[in-house]
């Protein structure tokens, strides 16, 4: 298949040790959209996976001998490689990923070559934090080694740059696995990489699962950053174990978000509208419970339906698609399932609810469900779809006790024009992120993680460096 001037079917490849390597199997990536194989990509085998880790620590001491101002060099010229093949990879994004082009897929490949550049700018100096007639005591951050990398299918190429920018920059040498079912733009970004990077420093092997959890109890990583499931995170958590590998886990999540009654809902709806149903609710930060206040429920619910039904689910290459397909079939059975509890129980769905299975991809139309109890899948559950409990609250205090009681705790939000008692809400909130009167803002500065459940450790920011790191007390004797 050819589009824009790029062969999807031409062969992908791994990257081990700065070479591009062929895989003896391969494996069919799916085009959501159409249920129709887009390509073939590389089963890559165990021993395939050693060999990266091998050509990776192999690759560590020169790579974390460089100075950091060389690093950057090397990132900011990844950075401008895939600048020129922004649109090449902004096309294979919503092919394998489904999500909208001309917004979603476009938005997260310009983000993700932000973030390599800006990230590759930052720095975590030697610090002097006693010096006295005795003595000089400094703290380095020395890089930790090999890093594996593991990656869900949401957002591939966000999420994948998250990883390499801060990793490399800190001066550790990378293996990455994407998901299995969207390792295509990630195995492109590798093969650009190979041209520009110093060989073995950052290797690309897709495959199965499998490859997954070798990698977590693979002697030679040093440390594993994952995004992916909370269930998929224990798993990795248990065998890194082996050899005490630092870990940092960006997990689930099942947002609340707290409309208060004195809110400016009718100019709000649009702005909630698509934090929940942006990327089709494949976000772990989408809102999956949002709580009205009961003086407004009914009017919200009504004005939040009417704004939602004019939104096009599609094919993401549709330039006027609002929301693309689930992107594979696993998550699409798991919301049947999940849509047939909800008519099974006959909650009240003044939208959407009915999956048209005659439909080629995997669309599942935008549905609201209105105020189903507390206890009910669809509110306790992260559904990872375009679906969205909206339930009525009266009271204050039982709301946030209600927005609380979960094992998730990855972000929040609060709305209302009193911003004093938004703020006071907010700081209640049992979350790494909580938003107030905005949403979903990110920065290279700013540390993004999960509390209880959805995670360990933390992305981006001072902190989020840190975690690629050691730190190193040197004491010198005057
Ligand atoms: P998943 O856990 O099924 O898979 C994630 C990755 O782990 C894939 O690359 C997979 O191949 C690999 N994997 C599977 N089994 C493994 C094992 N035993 N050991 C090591 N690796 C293994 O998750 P998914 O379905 O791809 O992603 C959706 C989930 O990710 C949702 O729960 C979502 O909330 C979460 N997510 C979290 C964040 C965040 O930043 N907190 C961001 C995006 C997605």
Redesign the pocket.
């Known amino acids: 298949m050819a589009t824009a001037g790029i062969d999807f079917a031409s062969s992908y490849r791994l990257s081990i040790g700065g070479e591009l390597v062929e895989a003896a199997e391969s494996f069919d990536v799916y085009n959501p959209a159409t249920g129709a194989v887009l390509a073939k990509a590389p089963a890559g085998t165990v021993d395939q996976l050693d060999t990266a880790v091998a050509a990776a620590k192999a690759a560590f001491p020169g790579w974390s001998r460089l100075s950091w101002d060389e690093r950057e060099g090397y990132l900011t010229r990844f950075a401008d490689a895939l600048q020129a093949q922004s649109e090449e990879l902004t096309t294979l994004l919503t092919l394998e990923q489904g999500k909208p082009r001309h917004s979603m897929a476009k938005g997260e490949v310009e983000a993700a070559i932000y973030w390599v550049r800006e990230v590759a700018k930052r720095r975590l100096p030697r610090e002097i934090i006693e010096e006295t007639e005795q003595h000089v005591v400094e703290t380095r951050s020395t890089p930790l080694g090999v890093v594996a990398a593991?990656?869900?299918?949401?957002?591939p190429v966000l999420?994948g740059l998250w990883k390499i920018a801060p990793c490399l920059i800190t001066g550790n040498t990378m293996v990455m696995?994407?998901?299995?079912?969207?390792p295509l733009c990630t195995l492109r970004f590798g093969e650009i990489a190979q041209g520009i990077l110093p060989k073995g420093v950052l290797n690309i092997v897709s495959?199965?699962?499998?490859?997954?959890?070798?990698?977590?109890a693979h002697p030679d990583i040093a440390k594993?950053s994952?995004?992916?499931?909370?269930?998929?995170?224990k798993?990795?958590m248990e065998?890194g174990a082996v050899n005490l590998k630092r870990v940092t886990?960006?997990?689930?999540?099942n947002d609340p978000a707290i409309v208060l009654p004195d809110a400016d809902y009718k100019d709000l709806i649009p702005k909630l509208f698509w934090a929940a149903f942006g990327n089709s609710g494949?976000?772990?930060?989408a809102i999956k419970r949002l709580y009205v206040h009961s003086d407004i429920h009914a009017a919200f619910v009504k004005e939040f339906v009417a704004y939602a039904r004019d939104r096009k689910v599609g094919d993401g290459m549709d330039p006027d698609t609002d929301l693309g397909p689930i992107q594979?079939r696993?998550?699409f059975d798991k919301l049947k399932n999940l849509f047939a509890d909800i008519a099974a129980n006959g909650y009240a769905v003044p939208l959407g609810g009915t999956i048209d299975e005659s439909r080629a991809g995997n669309f599942v139309p935008v549905t609201i469900v209105d105020n189903p109890p507390e206890q009910s899948r669809i509110v306790q559950e992260?559904p990872?779809g375009p679906v969205l409990p909206i339930i009525a609250y009266d009271d204050i205090e039982d709301v946030i006790t209600r927005a609380n009681q979960t094992p998730f705790g990855?972000a929040a939000s609060v709305w209302g024009r009193d911003k004093a008692k938004a703020y006071e809400i907010a700081s209640r909130l049992e979350a790494g992120t909580v938003w107030v009167n905005e949403i979903h803002i990110h920065g290279i500065d700013i540390p993004?993680?999960?509390h209880k459940q959805?995670?360990l450790g933390v992305?981006n920011g001072r902190e989020g460096l840190s975690e690629y790191t050691n730190t190193k007390v040197v004491m010198t004797a005057r």
């Open positions: 593991i990656t869900p299918w949401n957002f999420l696995k994407p998901s299995p079912y969207t495959g199965g699962n499998e490859l997954g959890q070798h990698l977590t594993v994952f995004t992916g499931s909370t269930a998929t995170g798993r990795v065998s886990l960006e997990l689930g999540g494949q976000w772990c930060i594979n696993m998550q992260e990872f990855l993004f993680g999960g959805s995670g992305e």
